[in-house]
T-cell receptor, first 113, second 114 residues
Framework: GNSVTQMEGPVTLSEEAFLTINCTYT??????LFWYVQYPGEGLQLLLKATKADDKGSNKGFEATYRKETTSFHLEKGSVQVSDSAVYFC????????????FGQGTTLQVKP | ETGVTQTPRHLVMGMTNKKSLKCEQHLGHNAMYWYKQSAKKPLELMFVYNFKEQTENNSVPSRFSPECPNSSHLFLHLHTLQPEDSALYLCASSHLRGGYNEQFFGPGTRLTVL
């Protein structure tokens, strides 16, 4: 079956620290991969995406590379800010399904000044 | 502005009440979704509508009744809910094409069942 596993949080970092949030997946077929972010009190926003192996998605200083050989899509940022504090969700969708997005359980990031 | 709006943003209801959640998308998408987000649990997909037709019901109790009158509007009718139904209900929309399915989310309705 299709599934997404994220590292457990919360992750607490100081401002300007390097961030990695691990995400691995299992999928039948060829998935597209996404990172969504949820700021406090809001819905989910798409942060970045990658639709095929070796693609790198990037946005707002965040990056993630679609690694087929390790079935991973780890999220990274070189220097986090307090405003990056949020919950981050890794997700996948597989061609031919009904449009279903499979989400990981979410990782809470807290950045302290 | 995400292009997906939800009303109300907050709702408190008793177990015997009947209420409805509304979602509207202004993005020209053809698919709409309801999700439930409970504390400390993964996002749960509840329903999927594609061109107004329900294509997925994820074993949701009948006290939740969706309605999709057109591709831009989605409702979730609630009746005789339980306290454990308290959660954030998120609506999303997407343009289904092939396997690429970027979903756009609304801000959610925070539901509290007393």
């Amino acid at each position: 079956g299709n599934s997404v596993t994220q590292m457990e949080g919360p992750v607490t970092l100081s401002e300007e620290a390097f961030l990695t949030i691990n995400c691995t997946y299992t999928a039948t077929g060829y998935p597209s991969l996404f990172w969504y972010v949820q700021y406090p009190g809001e819905g989910l926003q798409l942060l970045l995406k990658a639709t095929k192996a070796d693609d790198k998605g990037s946005n707002k200083g965040f990056e993630a590379t679609y690694r087929k050989e390790t079935t991973s899509f780890h999220l990274e940022k070189g220097s986090v800010q307090v405003s990056d504090s949020a919950v981050y969700f890794c997700a996948l969708t597989v061609s031919g399904n009904t449009g279903k997005l499979i989400f990981g359980q979410g990782t809470t990031l807290q950045v302290k000044p | 502005e995400t292009g997906v709006t939800q009303t109300p943003r907050h709702l408190v209801m008793g177990m015997t009440n009947k209420k409805s959640l509304k979602c509207e998308q202004h993005l020209g998408h053809n698919a709409m979704y309801w999700y439930k987000q409970s504390a400390k649990k993964p996002l749960e997909l509840m329903f999927v509508y594609n061109f107004k037709e329900q294509t997925e019901n994820n074993s949701v109790p009948s006290r939740f009744s969706p309605e999709c009158p057109n591709s831009s509007h989605l409702f979730l009718h609630l009746h005789t809910l339980q306290p454990e139904d308290s959660a954030l209900y998120l609506c999303a929309s997407s343009h289904l094409r092939g396997g690429y399915n970027e979903q756009f989310f609304g801000p959610g309705t925070r539901l509290t069942v007393l």
